[in-house]
């Protein structure tokens, strides 16, 4: 039985959002909060964007080293030859993900008339499905373990050259395909119908990538999955935390995994990837929040404050009564339902300013012991500078990675221009 899994694209995707972003530590956090909730795949950055370079190869050493594992970290670059060649040249990155536009609205508007959508004989202009085709190729003669094709604007090509371009990307290697609803154009029941045509006609994995432009991601990504199952192959989901993302943003994390696994339609199918851990989701959402600097709406699915709060007489009677009368699913699956405690007397923290003692005082509570002073000497000097880096105060989990590895804390915190 085909599965789904989820692809998450926060640090690719998420951190496009107009007017945010996150700091280099911040997208480790996320990739490692990934990993421990059980996520398949992250695409992690930008190889060919040089203040990228550290960082994704300072990731890439913790997946050598093991503490990034099982999770996949992928790139993602344009469907062009330089730019592969360049992610390479740069990172030790295996896994890719190479994009172009198929529509004939953005093949127009993008490309004006210097490339043309098929190849031609009557026609010197380059066409995408061989800037697509070459590209593939160039990663293939590199290394690339795995590499998935996106068709950027699929839900306004045309099905027949959608195929057409699937087919030819099939034939040059590609292990997967993302349909791209890249301004949420799509309904749940066209995107199930475009998306099961594709995957019978071409035979391999299909991504949906969905955006909620129409405030209809999640339920377009999880109609998308389904169709890509019951045509017969794997699905893989984009997501990002919170739902972040270009515009009005992606298909929400947290949410397009409990639609998978708790709605109607797949309660009972278990097509989901069994490692997903919900019980980390609390610690996720929560993390992204702080560190985009973007409140968690009250009613959000699953980890707003009001998800699991009743008011009116007959919903408190009947959530007291059974939980099941007024609640689909239970906060403690969320990791929800532990006290948070909020220090209102006095607070050391460790900012760029720290001296040893302050510092050593904050440690000793996360019960981090240093070997000796010239260890926790270099610790005080990374926590500066992550300060410095994030520009706010560090969360105890940042601080934790900072002692943990401070070799790898030290090429995330570095950009060169």
């Known amino acids: 039985m085909p599965k789904i899994h989820i692809l998450d694209v926060t640090n690719r995707d998420g951190v496009q959002t107009a007017k945010l972003g996150l700091a280099k530590l911040e997208k480790t956090m996320i990739n490692m909060y990934l990993n421990d909730m059980g996520i398949c795949q992250s695409e992690f950055g930008f190889p060919v964007t040089r203040h990228e370079t550290d960082y994704l190869n300072a990731n890439l050493e913790l997946v050598e080293m093991g503490v990034l594992k099982p999770i996949i970290l992928s790139g993602w670059c344009r469907a062009i030859v330089k730019d592969v060649e360049e992610s390479f040249r740069l990172t030790e990155v295996k896994h890719l993900n190479i994009s172009i536009s198929t529509s004939e609205q953005m093949t127009r508007g993008k490309f004006g008339g210097r490339v043309v959508r098929r190849p031609s004989k009557s026609s010197s202009k380059p066409s995408i499905i061989k800037m697509m085709a070459d590209a593939l190729d160039r990663a293939k003669e590199l290394g690339v373990i795995t590499i998935g094709v996106n068709a950027e604007d699929a ?10 371009f699937s087919l030819d990307a099939k034939e040059h290697g590609a292990d997967r ?3 791209c609803d890249t301004l949420g154009y799509d309904d749940p029941f066209t995107i199930y119908e475009r998306v099961k045509k594709l995957a019978e006609a071409v035979k391999i994995p299909v991504e949906v990538h969905c955006h909620n432009d129409l405030g209809m991601a999640v339920a377009c990504s999880v109609a998308g999955a389904r169709a890509a199952i019951d045509a017969g192959v794997d699905a893989y989901v984009n997501t990002t935390v919170n739902g972040m993302g270009e515009r009005t943003g992606n298909c929400d994390l947290v949410s397009g995994i409990l639609a998978l696994r708790k709605s109607s339609g797949f309660e009972k199918k278990n097509l989901l990837d069994k490692r997903i851990d919900l019980r980390k989701s609390w610690q996720i959402a929560k993390y992204a929040s702080y560190a985009f600097g973007v409140p968690i709406p009250i009613n ?3 980890v707003g404050d009001n998800a699991f709060a009743h008011s009116s007489g007959i919903h ?3 959530a007291l009564k059974d939980r099941r009368n007024y609640e689909l699913y239970d906060f403690e699956e969320l990791g929800r339902g532990e006290p948070e405690v909020v220090e209102t007397g006095r607070q050391i923290v460790a900012g760029e300013y720290s001296g040893i003692k302050g510092f050593r005082n904050v ?5 981090i012991e240093f070997k000796d002073d010239a260890e926790a000497t270099e610790v005080l000097e990374l926590v500066r500078f992550a300060n410095v880096h994030t520009q706010k105060p560090l969360t105890q989990g940042e601080l934790k990675f900072i002692a943990k590895y401070p070799e790898q804390a030290r090429k995330i915190m570095t950009v060169t221009p």
């Open 155 to 164: 839900s306004r090509t045309d099905m027949k050259y959608l195929i057409e």
């Open 177 to 179: 395909i993302r349909y």
């Open 300 to 302: 959000q699915i699953a």
């Open 316 to 318: 408190a009677d009947g």
């Open 363 to 367: 440690y000793d509570k996360l019960e």
